[in-house]
């Protein structure tokens, strides 16, 4: 619908300042919306991950069996050597260079530290024991499941930069970003959930909206 912007009768005037700021609060409760959704599903990519994060540590345990003595097993370059070898046999194999070539085309690191880690990586394989062999289906879910983790992470790095594009000019975002220890995660969650932060007239209101209040506990005769 267009809007003629001159008018000179008062009620013309008042119909038309209505209707545009009818479509403004309708836009703004339509972003307010597709915020809380992305929010929504952020929540579930991001239990999802933890999920896949606790089987792929489960198949760890048993493939690469004391990992952690080696390297942090969620670092990129640990499921670089996991998801390209698969098993410890098949890095035991290869030669510390070879690990470092791989590690160079897959990880962005340098040289220098390409080599180091391929030396622990060989060291370790050398020394370990895997709880199933090579052709396992173990070693096939572990795969999967690594590969699961990174579209996760690729699914939450989007859904981030889509809220922090929505969000990163509002007063609300602008504000809880002064707060002490609230990170960017906590940020972009906090602010898409309020809404319009003008409803709130006190902070006693907007921590009530939160569920940070004390409440009363009450049973019988005691209350607390």
Known sequence: ???RPTKTDTLDCANIAAVFYAKAVREFRCETADLKALSRRKKQTRNELIRQRCIYRRYIDLIWPCFDGCA???TQSSMAIVEYFQHPYRVKRMSSKQIAAMLESNVRISHKRSLSLADRYKGYASDSVSGV??????????RKSL????ELERE???INGAMEARLRRTDAYILLGTIPGFGENILLQVAAEIGDHRRFETAK??????G??????QSGTSSG
């Open 205 to 210: 209101q907007f921590t009530a909206f939160c």
């Open 212 to 217: 940070l209040d004390p409440s009363i506990l």
């Open 156 to 158: 939450m790095g989007e």
């Open 133 to 142: 062999d090579v052709d396992s289906k173990y070693v096939e879910t572990l």
């Open 72 to 74: 942090d097993p969620y």
């Open 147 to 150: 590969r699961r983790i990174r």
């Open 1 to 3: 619908m267009a809007i």
